[in-house]
């Protein structure tokens, strides 16, 4: 499995991070905001007007309107657009993980899922050090909407999206799914929103109503869509505007 670094290449191993990914990261602004100040003249490295936003931060002081910027905590939110065949797991017996897939610049990190998708499913992952961000986006309580575009075999009931709404008991559960939006698109197609994450949920429902789910893959989390020049296998960090867009329609 090949190795692979952020598109953007906003952290590259031995290299600090570039001068608006810096300010993005502490806050300031998202990065083409930073990008703009920088250009206004008005970020300072050590002491000095910088307007060259790839320039790497290692050390240096770094100042907004001369005002210090402070060194970015060390968090870190990447969004991956998974590929079929790589397990959500730490687990070196389920290799190969998504964790494969990172450089030892990512890998270094206590790098978690938030959302695990299964083996056979690809789209749109997030992992993260954050164990609080983790909890906002995957608590059944904050009800976060997952698109899933299914491809499957066999024929839906014709009530199946009223049964997806109104909840099923599915085989092993207590208690029923919660509501959960079907459209069917014809020909072995639909896309099913759902607002929970039980295990292989997608699959199951679809085989309680008679049909076999053939390819899965998650195109949508909250109001954060999987970006069209991601590609499989590829991660990138997330941006301020789209982490916002993940925790957006929580509903707490
Ligand atoms: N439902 C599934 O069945 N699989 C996934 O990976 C996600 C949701």
New binding site residues.
């Given amino acids: 499995m090949t190795s692979r670094r952020s598109k953007d290449g906003d952290i590259e191993a031995g290299r600090g991070p570039r001068l608006d990914g810096y300010l993005s990261r502490a806050g300031l602004a998202s990065r083409k905001q930073a990008r703009a100040l920088i250009r206004q003249g008005r970020v300072s490295v050590d002491g000095k007007v910088c307007r060259d936003a790839s320039r790497r931060i290692e050390d240096e002081i770094v100042a907004l309107d001369e005002a210090l910027v402070d060194s970015p905590v060390e968090r870190a939110d990447y969004l991956m657009h998974k590929p079929v065949g790589v397990a959500c797991s730490h687990d070196e017996r389920e290799a190969p993980l998504v964790f494969d897939l990172l450089d030892d610049t990512f890998r270094h990190r206590k790098l978690k899922i938030a959302g695990r998708?299964?083996r056979e499913?690809s789209g749109l992952l997030v992992l993260t050090t954050d164990g609080d961000f983790i909890h906002r986006m995957t608590h059944p309580t904050r009800k976060v909407a997952k698109r899933?575009r299914v491809t499957y075999r066999g024929t839906l009931p014709e009530d199946a999206a009223q049964r997806c709404r109104e909840g099923m008991l599915l085989t092993g559960d207590e208690t029923p799914t919660r509501p959960a939006e079907l459209s069917v698109e014809g020909a072995g197609r639909a896309t099913l929103v759902l607002r929970e994450g039980r295990t292989?949920?997608?699959?199951?429902m679809f085989r309680a109503m008679g049909a076999i789910v053939t390819a899965?893959h998650?195109d949508r989390v909250a109001s954060l869509e999987l970006p069209a020049d991601l590609d499989p296998g590829d991660l990138r960090p997330l941006e301020p505007e789209e982490r916002a867009l993940l925790l957006r329609d929580s509903s707490l």
Avoid: F, K
């Fill in positions: 998708l299964d499913t899933y292989h949920q997608v699959r199951r899965l998650r």
